[in-house]
T-cell receptor
Framework: RKEVEQDPGPFNVPEGATVAFNCTYSNSASQSFFWYRQDCRKEPKLLMSVYSSGNEDGRFTAQLNRASQYISLLIRDSKLSDSATYLCVVIGDYGQNFVFGPGTRLSVLP | DGGITQSPKYLFRKEGQNVTLSCEQNLNHDAMYWYRQDPGQGLRLIYYSQIVNDFQKGDIAEGYSVSREKKESFPLTVTSAQKNPTAFYLC????????????FGSGTQLSVL
């Protein structure tokens, strides 16, 4: 089993839709969690950290379920500019061990 | 502006040649990383360093070498032993501690001639 797995995608949704991505991780000792966004042939950029209590940033909501070892990202009112690959990142139980999921590609269609 | 600078943006390697990718950061971060990304794939860790003059192998270190002589710099050499070097290479840095975030350079696309 891979350390971090994500919905395989791609997700093709119309503008204005709500879309949710899921990510599961295998290391129960993982401490920190993030969502990154990556545009084609560009570097990943931090979208948001994921906190135990859940957190929201505008149209984006992240949730963490430690018992089931999964993280989710909800995007409301999708925009064309949201089209990108979304990477789930988990910090393991030692040092700065950032582990990346394979990413889920989103295409928002006009 | 604070950030991470990678160069060159594009690099071509001939058979049997070693090439070096540059990575410089002025964020005063202690930790630096090199990742490889193949088309349609996630990021895989090549090497990382949490302090000057010290570095550790990641998941795919074979055929690569690094140095960390200065806090700001973490160059990656792709040696001739790396038989499939064509990929997008990303350098990143972070502070060391709980919940620290990773910041990336703009990447180097390496191709084999």
């Amino acid at each position: 089993r891979k350390e971090v797995e994500q919905d395989p995608g791609p997700f093709n949704v119309p503008e204005g839709a709500t879309v949710a991505f899921n990510c599961t991780y295998s290391n129960s000792a993982s401490q920190s969690f993030f969502w990154y966004r990556q545009d084609c042939r560009k570097e990943p950029k931090l979208l948001m950290s994921v906190y135990s209590s859940g957190n929201e940033d505008g149209r984006f909501t992240a949730q963490l379920n430690r018992a089931s070892q999964y993280i989710s990202l909800l995007i409301r009112d999708s925009k064309l500019s949201d089209s990108a690959t979304y990477l789930c990142v988990v910090i393991g139980d030692y040092g700065q061990n950032f582990v990346f999921g394979p990413g889920t590609r989103l295409s928002v269609l006009p | 502006d604070g950030g991470i600078t990678q160069s060159p943006k594009y690099l071509f390697r001939k058979e049997g040649q070693n090439v070096t990718l540059s990575c410089e950061q002025n964020l005063n971060h202690d930790a630096m990383y090199w990742y490889r990304q193949d088309p349609g794939q996630g990021l895989r860790l090549i090497y990382y360093s949490q302090i000057v003059n010290d570095f550790q192998k990641g998941d795919i270190a074979e055929g690569y070498s690094v140095s960390r002589e200065k806090k700001e710099s973490f160059p990656l050499t792709v040696t001739s032993a790396q038989k499939n070097p064509t990929a997008f290479y990303l350098c990143a840095s972070s502070d060391v501690g709980a919940n620290e975030k990773l910041f990336f350079g703009s990447g180097t696309q390496l191709s084999v001639l």
